[in-house]
């Protein structure tokens, strides 16, 4: 019983998280890049305040993150001490192509990741790579308008067929957009769009969706072409919404929560668009763009595993007058007076794991990977970077229990799980360093103050023990 031979137990970090050196090595600016702190970020993400450029008023904590750009060998290293099987990471667009719309890559950005791959080989670690974490060059935002744009199917094209057969042998698993129905959230953030005051925002988010979706199918059957042996997945945040009452329309809403996310898995999964979609956007007078032959690509090249995120779950209520919400990952949420929260007030709910595995699951029959789960804290490391996470290991410890409990009494099929920062980097949501999920802690502040210097937290023993274990030493 328990996780089979060969369970990719790791860690995942995004480029923009991470990497910093934005300007690097020819690498060009990207809408990841332009998310300040402050008081002005939500806005941002969420297209509503443009950002073309650095302000020189705000502070953007991705331009040097943790500098992962310079330091991936030692990180790597300790990932390797930890038995990493597998590292999620992505690939910064604009380093592979500046612009986007260029039709030579540019080498030092290759040859970036290629070394990093190397470097992962090195210690048999398998690399699960993320095409786009977010990340749109802003030449693109600007010329095209970024993913309301058909031709940016043609550019994400590109960058897959140079990446995938560069990387032929280094890399098996892919990921096609990271937390895909993000951009029904944040739009900025997560797919370069601005939204103007004269559009219908909808409209908009559909059609940026509807080209993620072609271009996810596009990009499935250019890696199954040129290795087929690569295995594509899907990338969904799983938000896990809860009735907050018995109350039908309470359950009607959480459905229809729910639903919204599920549409995109949908698509990649069954390769068509549901009724419930259609019929919902009908009624919204959107017009999906769809071209000649994408029903066909899409039936056809259908996602090999389905990665998702998963942090915590939330409550929905269909009673207008319920509007005090408590954070989570963009998803808003109403108190569950059964949970305990975060520093950051997302709720913990490892049970909730479980049944996110059994939903997708029995939805699809497909495998699933876990590819981010993990607590954000304010963690207090003592004068040489030591931090007693015990917090962290308790979170942990129950959620990798809950998905033992799936894969062993419900049957789930689960190819790996990839804790969400297994070294302290940026946080997406609000572009803190505070908020660490590692068990390596860097000495980064909020304000880019400090060494960047390296040191193990309490956590990073004890998560070393739960791979050597294969997951039984909890
Ligand atoms: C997911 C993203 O939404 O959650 C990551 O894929 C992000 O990029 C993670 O970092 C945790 O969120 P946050 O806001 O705590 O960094």
């Not at 600016?29 to 302000?55: C, H, I, Q, Y």
Request: hydrophobic share 35%; glycine share 8%.
């Amino acid at each position: 019983m328990g996780f089979k031979d060969g369970f990719l137990w790791g860690g995942a970090t995004s480029a923009n998280q991470s990497e910093g050196a934005y300007n690097a090595d020819g690498r060009g600016l990207a809408n990841v890049d332009l998310s300040p702190t402050g008081d002005v970020r939500e806005s941002v993400l969420m297209g509503k305040t443009k950002m073309f450029d650095f302000d020189e008023n705000n502070y953007y904590p991705a331009k040097e993150a943790i500098d992962m750009y310079h330091h991936f060998k030692g990180d790597i290293s300790l990932f390797a001490e930890m038995g990493f099987k597998v590292y999620r990471l992505s690939i910064a667009w604009s380093r592979i192509f500046p612009k986007g719309d260029e039709t030579e890559p540019n080498e030092a950005g290759l040859q970036f990741y290629e070394d990093l791959f190397k470097e992962c080989q090195k210690y048999n670690i398998e690399p699960l790579v993320t095409i786009t974490h977010f990340d749109v060059p802003m030449h693109l935002v600007k010329e095209y308008g970024s993913w309301r744009n058909r031709k940016m199917v043609l550019f994400y094209e590109r960058l897959c067929t140079v990446i995938f057969n560069r990387y032929k042998g280094l890399v098996k698993y892919w990921i096609t957009f990271n937390e895909i129905n993000m951009v029904l959230e944040a739009p900025f953030l997560a797919a370069g769009l601005f939204i103007e005051e004269h559009e219908d925002a909808e409209a908009v988010k559909f059609t940026a969706s509807h080209h993620e979706l072609v271009a996810s199918a596009l990009a499935t059957k250019i890696a199954h072409e040129v290795d087929p042996e690569n295995m594509v997945g899907c990338m969904l945040a799983a938000n896990a919404p809860y009735p907050r009452t018995c109350h039908p329309q309470d359950i009607w809403k959480a459905k229809q929560v729910e639903n919204q996310s599920y549409f995109f898995i949908d698509v990649q999964v069954r390769g068509e668009y549901p009724a419930y979609t259609l019929k919902d956007l009908e009624r919204k007078n959107v017009v999906l763009p769809f071209e000649k032959g994408d029903q066909e690509l899409l039936k056809q090249h259908t996602v090999d595993f389905i990665g998702f995120s998963y942090y915590s779950s939330s409550v929905v209520s269909a009673d207008p007058t319920q509007t005090d919400t408590i954070g989570g990952n963009l998803f808003p949420s109403l108190p569950n007076p059964y949970l305990k929260a975060s520093d950051w007030g997302w709720q913990i709910d490892p049970l909730g794991l479980r049944i996110t595995m059994n939903n997708i699951y029995d939805r699809y029959q497909k495998p699933l990977f876990i590819v981010e789960n993990g607590l954000g804290a304010a963690d207090i490391a003592d004068e040489k970077g030591y931090v007693e996470d015990d917090y962290r290991i308790a979170y942990l410890s129950e959620h990798i229990q809950a998905m033992r409990d799936a894969v062993d009494y419900d049957g789930v099929e689960l190819l790996g799980y990839t804790v969400w920062g297994p070294i302290d980097i940026v946080s997406a949501s609000t572009g803190e360093m505070k908020k660490r999920y590692g068990f390596i802690y860097v000495d980064r502040d909020d304000h880019g103050q400090g060494t960047l210097k390296r040191s193990k937290k309490k956590s990073f023993e004890w998560y070393k023990k739960v791979i050597e274990s294969n997951g039984q030493n909890l």
